[in-house]
Nanobody
Framework: VQLQASGGGLVQAGASLRLSCAAS????????MGWFRQAPGKEREFVAA????????YYADSVKGRFTISRDNAKNTVYLRMNSLKPEDTAVYYC????????????????WGQGTQVTVSS
């Protein structure tokens, strides 16, 4: 099983980024997918999640209206489009996979990627 996150980088406040997470080694279309993030000195927190079909999505209040999660089951990839980035969005972003229904707590996820760094300067 592998989850390979990419697309992070250093951007200015107000900019946009799109993160990708390519999955392999399991039946991607059977799994809900989530994005979490961990800022320096803080605990990892939930950002967004999407159901196996893509029909349901959930967002943390802090990113609602700015971030969009999506998936392409044909490409075994989940995306996180991040608009209007703020310095407080600076963190390592992780993708995770969970068989079955969406949950927003990290303990519910079965597989984790290695993370990609997002840094937003003011």
């Amino acid at each position: 099983v592998q989850l390979q996150a990419s697309g992070g980088g250093l951007v200015q406040a107000g900019a946009s980024l799109r993160l990708s997470c390519a999955a392999s080694g399991f039946t991607f279309s059977f799994y809900a997918m989530g994005w979490f993030r961990q800022a320096p000195g803080k605990e990892r927190e939930f950002v967004a999640a999407i159901s196996w079909s893509g029909s349901s999505t959930y967002y943390a209040d802090s990113v609602k209206g700015r971030f969009t999660i999506s998936r392409d089951n044909a490409k075994n990839t989940v995306y996180l489009r991040m608009n209007s980035l703020k310095p407080e969005d600076t963190a390592v972003y992780y993708c995770a996979a969970k068989q079955g229904a969406i949950v927003t707590y990290e303990e519910g996820y079965d597989y984790w990627g290695q993370g990609t760094q997002v840094t937003v300067s003011s």
